[in-house]
């Protein structure tokens, strides 16, 4: 018996050590858990592809996989219905969650859809200035102090949060709503404002209408396609060579590429593991992309914004909210010329209909009077508006220009600047190199010469 109870005593002990040894295998750790989650999600989003097809204007699939919605949108939001706790009950709320709240509510922010295709998602960026602008106009335009105050934190305000931006290198459509709002908005009240004081003649009216729709239509053609590089390689168009120049084959671990019109005696080598090139012995990485693993023409360049590599890249412009390239840099400085036109032409309109008797320059420093109607004091809080917006446009179009007329895009002015090849005129207004500079009109030419890449347009060029 004796025997028996130690026995059965060391049993239990057994099988309690045997269940929280059980217990502990259970608990996964942070990556099991992740991957459960996502191998769910991927079952979600899978049993949901033939549901994708059928979904009604107003169904969509969330960033769950789930097919919600947009009436429930207010539905089931745990991670803010936490945060109005905590915030009810004076408790700090972490970071996570809201980044976790600004998740839900933009991918439940949307409209409906007649495409097929279901409801279709906003950017949250584009609202604020749709809300805001107007508002800190009206406000502006009470008292000049307001106005000078407004007028000078607007511009501070756009800069932080290009700086925020630009920082995350995320896409944000804040500038282009900005931008394009500004241009109707504006056009809006020139109609509302000005046009019932009898000084503007129809021609005129015309003469701005017709302005700022052909600013629209280049907008819309900036927005295409700027000539993303295919991540193929082989099919990579290079200046010089054919396909049937680049070989697939790998020895030793290198790909060689043999283009067309080369000297024979350079074999340009990549290699797969760190992508160094190598052409003869000098070795050079500037034309192999590590992100897109694909050989670029000369002058490309990779954008972290777009994760795409862009022929000839000059800079990814934040008001068209698309990189500036060579199939779309012609259409980009039409559009800054148009824009600039429009801009002071509606100026110089306003001003001659508000401040009668004087010239526009001196108009636009002293009006007297423009204060006692809200509509007139309204019209040339505008002015002033379009005016700092004209400045920074002018300020884009000139370094245009120059960094045109000298052959140079503006990442390689950026280059140049770092590693000390280019020399600086004007405080740095002007940056000269000599590695692709044949004189002024030679420059331009070749500018002008640019063959655009093309692709059928969709509806997302335009956001």
Not at 182 to 205: D, H, K, N, W
Not at 306 to 328: E, F, S, T, Y
Request: aromatic share 10%.
């Amino acid at each position: 018996a004796r025997t028996g109870g130690r026995f059965s005593r060391s049993c239990v002990k057994c099988n309690k050590a045997a269940k929280r040894g059980s217990e502990r295998d259970l608990l996964p750790d942070a990556a099991s858990l992740l991957r459960v989650y996502k191998e769910r999600s991927m079952k979600k989003k899978c049993s949901n592809e033939d549901e994708e097809g059928s979904l009604c204007c107003c169904e969509y699939i969330n960033h769950h996989g789930e097919k919600t919605h947009i009436l429930a949108s207010c539905c089931d939001c745990e991670d803010l219905d936490e945060a109005c706790d905590r915030c009810l009950k004076g408790k700090s709320i972490s970071s996570q969650s809201i980044e976790r709240v600004s998740a839900t509510i933009s991918d439940r922010l949307r409209i409906p859809w007649l495409l097929g295709t279901g409801a279709k998602k906003i950017d949250i960026t584009i609202l604020p200035p749709l809300v805001f602008l107007p508002i800190f106009l009206h406000i502006a335009a009470l008292h000049f102090f307001l106005a000078l105050t407004i007028l000078t934190s607007l511009p501070i305000l756009v800069l932080w949060y290009y700086y925020v931006t630009h920082q995350k290198k995320g896409r944000t459509l804040f500038f282009l709503s900005l931008g394009l709002f500004s241009l109707g908005y504006m056009y809006y009240l020139f109609l509302t404002e000005i046009m019932p004081r009898g000084t503007i003649s129809s021609v005129q009216v015309i003469l701005l209408t017709t302005s700022l729709v052909l600013t629209l239509v280049s907008v819309a053609q900036t927005k295409k396609d700027p000539g993303y590089l295919r991540t193929d390689n082989r099919n990579t168009p290079i200046k010089g060579a054919q396909k049937n120049s680049i070989s697939p084959c790998t020895v030793n671990g290198k790909c060689e590429i043999q283009p067309v019109g080369w000297d024979a005696s350079t074999t340009l080598h990549h290699s797969t593991l760190n992508g160094k090139m190598q052409m003869g012995q000098n070795e050079f990485q500037k034309d192999w992309c590590k992100v897109c693993k694909i050989l670029r023409p000369p002058r490309s360049g990779h954008c972290r914004i777009c994760a795409n590599c862009v022929p000839r890249l000059d800079h990814h412009c934040i008001w068209i909210n698309n990189c500036v390239g060579q199939g779309n840099h012609r259409a980009f400085i039409l559009t800054l010329f148009l824009f600039l036109l429009t801009s002071l032409y509606g100026i110089s309109l306003t001003l001659s209909t508000i401040c009668r008797g004087q010239s526009i320059f001196m108009a636009f420093f002293y009006c007297p009077g423009v204060y006692k109607e809200h509509s007139t004091a309204l019209s040339f809080t505008c002015v002033w508006y379009c005016a700092i917006v004209t400045a920074g446009m002018g300020y884009l179009f000139l370094i245009q220009l120059i960094n045109i007329s000298y052959n140079i895009t503006e990442r390689e002015t950026r280059f140049a600047l770092r590693d000390k090849t280019g020399d600086k005129y004007l405080c740095g207004l002007i940056i000269k190199t000599d590695e692709y500079n044949r004189g002024l009109l030679n420059n331009w030419k070749e500018f002008l010469q640019l063959q655009p890449h093309r692709r059928k347009p969709g509806i997302e060029d335009l956001v």
